[in-house]
């Protein structure tokens, strides 16, 4: 099983055993993995946020991770989260039967994988390029993405 780290108290905005994937907005590659999950994750059990959203914010805080600086994937389910090809892993574990081979990768020690990771994640805008603004998700794919829904709160005529 994938290392990850515990915090204290539930993850904000999620639903109990709800998983979401923060991902740099502005990434080419990591905007290619978006999609890719979107595509591929049939059964919806993944939710996605850019790391620049607020609930993006607000998930890195809840975890302690830098919330100016993005050079890793985070995946957050209920009071854990797991980082670079940890993260990775538990990804590729919500996903179809088809995926599961590549979790034989985890036989790599970790230090290997997650330098592999780094040297791939500090140069992902030289490789592949960068949006000068976070995509907005396609209307059909909007459900896909996590969103803070504020309360109605009704007006007090006067």
């Known amino acids: 099983m994938p290392s990850s780290q515990t915090r204290p108290t539930p993850a904000p905005l999620l639903k109990p055993g709800e998983t979401v994937v923060l991902f740099d907005g502005v990434c080419k590659l990591c905007n290619g993995w978006a999609r890719f999950l979107i595509r591929h994750d049939h059964q919806r059990r993944v939710r996605l946020a850019a790391v620049q959203s607020p609930e993006g914010q607000a998930l890195l805080a809840w975890a302690g991770l830098p919330v100016d600086q993005f050079d890793t994937m985070a995946v957050i389910r209920d009071r854990q989260y797991w980082e670079r090809s940890d993260a990775f892993f538990e990804v590729i574990g919500q996903l179809s039967a088809r995926w599961q081979p590549l979790r034989l990768l985890r036989i790599v020690p970790r230090r290997l994988r997650d330098w592999a990771y780094d040297r791939i994640a500090l140069n992902r ?19 896909r993405f996590l969103k803070i829904t504020m309360p109605f709160v009704a007006k007090s005529e006067n």
Do not use: I
Request: with cysteine.
């Open 125 to 143: 805008y030289r490789l592949f390029g960068k949006y000068d603004t976070c995509l907005l998700p396609n209307p059909d794919h909007e459900q």
